[in-house]
Nanobody, 123 residues
Framework: QVQLVESGGELVRAGGSLRLTCAAS????????VAWFRQAPGKEREFVTS????????YSADSVKDRFTISRDDAKNTEYLHMDSLKSEDTAVYYC????????????????WGQGTQVTVSS
């Protein structure tokens, strides 16, 4: 059974940077996509960015393009979300999810989720 654990969230000032980590355990095969979603209080979980099984394709929400970068290290079974130029509106709990297709931006398409990590951006 695959388990995902996010880490790296913390309080940061606007304009700052953070790197989130999604560490996987229990994977027995390759060929999966990974996405980052986020959820702010009182709002639905929203797509942030995703990466295909081989890292060849990435997709990002317009709100984070040119600021956030997703990457993966299959040797470590770990995915990363590097966030630059953080804004107060980026404040949310960030979740990583595993699924089949990186082009899918709906949370229901991802089968496995971590517990989330809190990112707070102060203005």
């Amino acid at each position: 059974q695959v388990q995902l654990v996010e880490s790296g969230g913390e309080l940061v000032r606007a304009g700052g940077s953070l790197r989130l980590t999604c560490a996987a355990s229990g994977r027995t095969s390759i060929g999966y996509a990974v996405a980052w979603f986020r959820q702010a209080p009182g709002k639905e979980r929203e797509f942030v960015t995703s990466i295909s099984w081989n890292g060849g394709s990435t997709y990002s929400a317009d709100s984070v393009k040119d600021r956030f970068t997703i990457s993966r290290d299959d040797a470590k079974n770990t995915e990363y979300l590097h966030m630059d130029s953080l804004k107060s509106e980026d404040t949310a709990v960030y979740y990583c999810g595993e699924g089949q297709w990186a082009s899918t931006k709906e949370a229901r398409a991802y089968d496995v989720w971590g517990q989330g990590t809190q990112v707070t951006v102060s203005s």
